[in-house]
């Protein structure tokens, strides 16, 4: 027997139940969207003021560090966009088989200034860390 013959239709129950896991993938993929931006300003702020007036190099590895976290936190950030575009893709797709109205959108533009923050916040501490490594460790 052909592997491509033997293809049947998803039933009704089954498409149901992928419309449920689809759609509770792409609410949790949103709430990440919103929480790691302001999880990584939180986490970072609250690190780097426990360093206030400790040793200057400390300061200037640990805010290169937090840089160095926010450029892995928007890449992880763009990885997400990228599952939310494919639950949101996929809802349509069985929405259109199960013969419902298509309702699912996704509309990547009302998170750009969440993933401009996490890169500005990023590059802010690298510019000051080694602004500060500068002056630390070079003397200038």
């Given at each position: 027997m052909n592997g491509a013959s033997d293809h049947t239709s998803p039933t009704p129950e089954s498409l149901k139940a992928q419309l449920t896991e689809l759609n509770s993938r792409s609410r949790w993929y949103a709430a990440q969207i919103w929480q790691l931006p302001f999880a990584y300003l939180g986490g970072t702020g609250?690190?780097?003021?426990?360093?206030?007036?400790?040793?200057?190099?400390?300061?200037?590895?640990?805010?290169?560090?937090?840089?160095?976290?926010?450029?892995?936190?928007?890449?992880?950030?763009?990885?997400?966009?990228?599952?939310?575009?494919?639950?949101?893709?996929?809802l349509k797709k069985v929405e259109e088989q199960l013969g419902l109205r298509t309702t699912a959108e996704w509309t990547p533009w009302y998170v750009w200034p969440l993933l401009i923050m996490v890169m500005f916040a990023a590059f802010s501490y690298l510019v000051v860390g080694f602004y500060l490594v500068r002056k630390t460790f070079l003397n200038c």
């Open positions: 609250i690190f780097l003021a426990q360093l206030v007036g400790k040793n200057h190099k400390v300061v200037a590895l640990a805010t290169i560090a937090s840089g160095v976290v926010g450029l892995f936190t928007f890449w992880h950030l763009r990885g997400i966009l990228n599952g939310v575009r494919r639950a949101v893709d996929n």
